[in-house]
């Protein structure tokens, strides 16, 4: 089956620096993958979408400014929150569509901190 | 907009039991795909089941089936002979319509907690 790799897992970073997830399909290409961020016992929450070769999309109120996406290749795309602060500590997990079919696979998400 | 609503936030059945979790939704659509995903502990999204609109038939994954009733919108799970490793949360998932351009966009119900006690 298809699968999506999430990096890191897990990261602790202090406030106002930088950090950045990557997302890739090991064994697919995905011209498409697509970022949610959640929130402890509660649903996922769609944030982008990563498009190979041009600019994410963002859903409305989502700071396109904090949240950098870049989908450098057809196997990879990756998410920089800048300036981190506390309130941005969530879990943050990428899906991409598996060609010809349509389910997303899901990355492990990646959990992430602010000090 | 498409919604999906699940109204159960928590649900406990007992080991070897059947539990059934609800989901309504929304869409304007005829054709499209609808979704059970599972939460379990470790957070990894896993697929449970896959129902097509256009099928009158209700989807089955071994222990699991779906009733799926495309006038009511609804689209209930059923879990048969309940084990503990079943315990999760539980999302049910609409994709958008079958070709859309904004296919994929995962729309999630606000999930259910399944507990399961031996």
């Known amino acids: 089956g298809a699968v999506v790799s999430q990096h890191p897992s897990w990261v602790i970073c202090k406030s106002g620096t930088s950090v950045k997830i990557e997302c890739r399909s090991l064994?697919?290409?995905?011209?498409?993958m697509f970022w949610y961020r959640q929130f402890p016992k509660q649903s996922l929450m769609l944030m982008a979408t990563s498009n190979e070769g041009s600019k994410a999309t963002y859903e409305q109120g989502v700071e396109k400014d904090k949240f950098l996406i870049n989908h450098a290749s057809l196997t990879l795309s990756t998410l920089t929150v800048t300036s981190a602060h506390p309130e941005d500590s969530s879990f943050y997990i990428c899906?991409?569509?598996?060609?010809?079919?349509?389910?997303?696979?899901f990355g492990p998400g990646t959990r992430l901190t602010v000090t | 907009a498409q919604t999906v609503t699940q109204s159960q936030p928590e649900m406990s059945v007992q080991e070897a039991e059947t539990v059934t979790l609800s989901c309504t939704y929304d869409?304007?659509?005829?054709?499209?795909?609808l979704f059970w995903y599972k939460q379990p502990p470790s957070r990894q999204m896993i697929l449970v089941i896959r129902?097509?609109?256009?099928?009158?038939q209700n989807a089955t994954e071994n222990r699991f089936s779906v009733n799926f009733q495309k006038a009511a919108k609804s689209f209930s799970l059923k879990i048969s002979d309940s084990q503990l490793g079943d315990a999760a949360m539980y999302f049910c998932?609409?994709?958008?319509?079958?070709?859309?351009?904004?296919?994929?966009?995962?729309?999630f119900g606000q999930g259910t907690i399944l507990t399961v006690h031996p």
């Open positions: 869409t304007s659509e005829s054709d499209y795909y």
């Open positions: 998932a609409y994709p958008g319509n079958a070709g859309g351009t904004s296919y994929g966009k995962l729309t």
């Open positions: 899906s991409a569509p598996g060609q010809g079919t349509y389910e997303q696979y």
């Open positions: 064994d697919f290409q995905a011209t498409t």
């Open positions: 129902q097509e609109a256009y099928k009158q």
